[in-house]
């Protein structure tokens, strides 16, 4: 089964979450709120959350690029639950006074660059 690409471009509702997985991994979710006012849940993983983590703040502007991911699992009173999350291969910080089009100013790299 492929992948469904998707992009997004809106800003950052709350600062990063960062955890890590029991096996050690980094583990970013940040949501994304577009002008129209839809949240667009947001995953990033290894050296690209430890970077999203450091730099993205409540409203910055940024451009997601990636695939989408659904989920599901029972949750501890045994509902079943489920979530569609875009799992981010690229994020672009934008600059916020074009609004109309996107002016990236930086990239963040799995690298911390």
């Not at 690409?5 to 709120?33: I, Q």
């Not at 409540?58 to 569609?84: A, C």
Request: glycine share 8%.
């Amino acid at each position: 089964m492929s992948a469904i690409s998707a992009s997004c471009v809106g800003y950052v509702k709350y600062n990063p979450d960062l955890r890590f997985t029991s096996n050690g991994v980094a583990l970013c979710k940040f949501k994304v709120e577009n002008d129209n006012g839809s949240l667009y849940k947001i995953v990033t993983w290894e050296g690209l959350a430890s970077a999203c983590a450091e730099k993205l703040l409540r409203n910055d502007r940024v451009g997601i690029k990636g695939y989408l991911k659904h989920r599901e699992w029972v949750d501890s009173s045994g509902n079943k639950q489920d979530s569609t999350e875009i799992t981010a291969q690229r994020v672009l910080l934008l600059d916020p006074e074009f609004t109309d089009m996107a002016k990236v100013i930086g990239e963040i790299k799995a690298d911390g660059n």
